[in-house]
């Protein structure tokens, strides 16, 4: 039946869905279709489902690089495949006006993001990253400049793309930009955190209580 439903969807998109047609080509009842998923959403809901329980666990390579980039080349390999591809674009597609859809693919990439945020932790462990990573955000980071160019640009989302969207995100990471709750406390004042610390020193410009002020509104707007 989840295959059948994978065919119609990246043959005819999520809105051509249809249960009969899911059904004739299950070589099941539509009527058991119905009474077991209900809707079109339900069938792609549970598409999903099984496609995150297929999709392979987080490696652990050693370094908080080598486990991004694994997850990069992972999103890579996922949209470049002719059926897979398809299958994420189309839900991805319906997903900006069907709530079923979108629901779909929350749960999809919610469950995957939690599984590879593990790597932030580890990482945290080994001391590469600041303590307080949070490592849903670090893997959002990661993926979606991948996305991006899936679904808006459509430019290729290739090998140069995963590795520099995982060198962004880690320089980030590594910076505290991910780092969130009572750890972000003090960060400000590292000098050794990029953007993070004081301002340098700009000559003709006064450092003096009024121009603290000043940079302060105008940092935190």
Same mark, same amino acid.
């Given at each position: ?85 398809? /299958? ?44 307080? /990573? ?85 940092? /935190?707007?």
């Amino acid at each position: 039946m989840l295959q059948a439903t994978q065919d119609e969807l990246v043959e005819r998109g999520f809105h051509g869905l249809n249960m009969e047609q899911v059904a004739t080509r299950a070589g099941i009842g539509k009527t058991t279709i119905y009474r077991r998923w209900g809707t079109t959403a339900g069938l792609v809901t549970e598409l999903m489902t099984e496609l995150a329980a297929q999709s392979s666990p987080p490696p652990d390579t050693g370094s908080i690089q080598g486990d991004l980039e694994a997850n990069a080349i992972s999103v890579m390999e996922a949209v470049n495949d002719p059926r897979l591809g398809a /299958t994420f674009q189309a839900v991805i597609a319906a997903a900006t006006c069907d709530e079923g859809a979108a629901a779909a693919l929350r749960a999809f990439y919610g469950r995957r993001i939690a599984e590879w945020a593990t790597v932030a932790d580890q990482a945290i462990a080994r001391g590469d990253l600041p303590p307080g /990573t949070d490592g849903q955000e670090l893997i959002k980071a990661v993926s979606a400049p991948l996305y991006y160019r899936l679904v808006v640009t459509r430019e290729p989302v290739d090998r140069e793309a995963a590795v520099r969207a995982v060198t962004v995100a880690l320089i980030a990471a590594r910076a505290g930009a991910f780092v969130t709750g009572p750890a972000t406390a003090g960060l400000g004042a590292d000098p050794a955190v990029p953007g993070l610390g004081a301002e340098p020193a700009v000559p003709g410009v006064s450092t003096g209580p009024a121009a603290t002020g000043a940079t302060a509104t105008r940092t /935190t707007r």
